[in-house]
């Protein structure tokens, strides 16, 4: 990823800011990453959806006025919306699940989030102290607590929970195989791991986040990849690599350097925030 789109990327992590990016209103037609995993977000914000044997698993929604769009997503790429069992999610902020209060009404399925995130999603609001004013969304009732390494399966599908806090105290990385025309592909859906507007010195509400950032830094450095999926498409290249695999490049979602370069990126973004906040001080 170029180093101008990590800091688009750190820019549009910030779930509330003085007008949204229109990417992340701007509707993309729906379109594979492996056999059973599609891309049903919009242009600048993720949403994917896996297809099981028994149903199908959505992962994150977007903002609370894209459920439409997406459950339109959804239906085009052929999954009714009753079709659709299970929701999870990376992180409770309103970008990423302000839409599944309304997804899951209309779908039934049941929803999955970390303990860490539990009482942001029922209450509509981030928890943490941050240098901007969040933005409400609609509560969203947890239906399962996932722990840390814990699976969550539907038919053949089988979804591991990560948990790697930071970006909020329930920030949940999720890794799962995919068959992709004959070859297993490990793939990766990294919760986000920018600052993003999170105060990492006095944070009264969130007083381990510094240290919680720097072990999810060393979790995810440790983990191997072949195919990154982020919540925000910009920082893996998301659209454009589906553009590429439409255009017959068969491995364009490949690429296992990607996991790393993104947790040195943030890292190194991480330490100059904690540094210039201490310095503020």
Request: hydrophobic content about 40%.
């Amino acid at each position: 990823m170029k180093r101008c789109a990590a800091i688009a990327l750190a820019v549009a992590a910030t779930p509330a800011i003085a007008a949204d990016p229109p990417a992340w209103s701007t509707p993309v037609e729906p379109f594979r990453i492996t056999d059973n995993v599609f891309y049903v977000g919009t242009q600048g914000l993720s949403a994917y959806l896996i297809v099981s044997s028994e149903g199908a698993i959505l992962l994150d929604g977007t903002q609370d006025r894209n459920a439409a769009l997406i459950e339109r997503s959804i239906r085009r790429v052929g999954v009714p919306l009753s079709r659709v069992k299970l929701i999870v999610s990376n992180h409770a902020h309103d970008d990423h699940v302000g839409a599944l209060a309304r997804i899951k009404r209309d779908t039934g399925a049941r929803f999955v989030a970390s303990a860490g995130d539990r009482w942001a999603l029922e209450h509509g609001t981030s928890r943490g102290d941050v240098d901007y004013t969040p933005r409400r969304y609609p509560p969203v009732k947890v239906d399962r607590v996932i722990r840390d390494g814990e699976v969550v399966r539907l038919g053949d599908v089988a979804l591991t929970a990560h948990l790697t806090p930071g970006h909020t105290p329930g920030c949940t990385s999720w890794s799962m195989t995919a068959p992709d025309r004959g070859t297993a592909r490990r793939i990766l859906f990294p919760c986000s791991i920018s600052v993003a507007g999170n105060r990492l010195i006095g944070n009264r509400a969130y007083p381990g986040i510094a240290g919680d950032f720097r072990a999810t830094f060393a979790r995810l450095a440790a983990m191997q990849a072949d195919i990154v999926l982020t919540s925000h498409p910009e920082a893996a290249d998301v659209v454009e690599r589906g553009a590429r695999r439409r255009a017959g490049q068969r491995d364009a979602f490949v690429d296992r350097t990607l996991l790393p370069r993104l947790v040195a990126g943030y890292r190194a973004d991480f330490d100059r925030d904690l540094a210039a906040q201490r310095k503020a001080k």
